[in-house]
């Protein structure tokens, strides 16, 4: 079980940058790979970034790579993403996801595939 809690949310102008942190509870979490996903008022949640076990291996989508970075440190149990050059399309609710599972290990882009969910921060870029 692995219980997550997101923070670090909150309005910026386009350009700008924010770092989320995603607090992780759990004997599990270093176990699991970690993603951060968002959706947007009327779409469907979207895959932002991911990292594996040992933080060795990230994965973002085109619309995010070369501005946002995953991190994470197991000793603190702590997920970040820093987001760098935000945009207005940016602006959506952002949720921490562990794997979970027998295939915790293994990177995914889909949601339905990842079975801890934080409450999620809100995001906001002004034009």
């Known amino acids: 079980q692995v219980r997550l809690v997101e923070s670090g949310g909150g309005l910026v102008q386009a350009g700008g940058s924010l770092r989320l942190s995603c607090a992780a509870s759990?004997?599990?979490?270093?176990?699991?790979?970690i993603a951060w996903f968002r959706q947007a008022p009327g779409k469907e949640r979207e895959f932002v970034a991911a990292i594996s076990l040992n933080g060795g291996v990230t994965d973002y989508p085109d619309s995010v790579k070369g501005r946002f970075t995953i991190s994470r440190d197991n000793a603190k149990n702590m997920v970040y993403l820093q987001m760098n050059s935000l945009k207005p399309e940016d602006t959506a609710v952002y949720y921490c996801?562990?794997?979970?599972?027998?295939?915790?290990?293994?990177?995914?882009?889909?949601?339905?595939?990842?079975?801890?969910w934080g409450q999620g921060t809100q995001v906001t870029v002004s034009s």
């Open positions: 759990g004997r599990t979490f270093s176990n699991n790979v």
């Open positions: 996801a562990a794997r979970g599972g027998v295939l915790s290990y293994r990177i995914s882009h889909r949601a339905n595939e990842y079975a801890y």
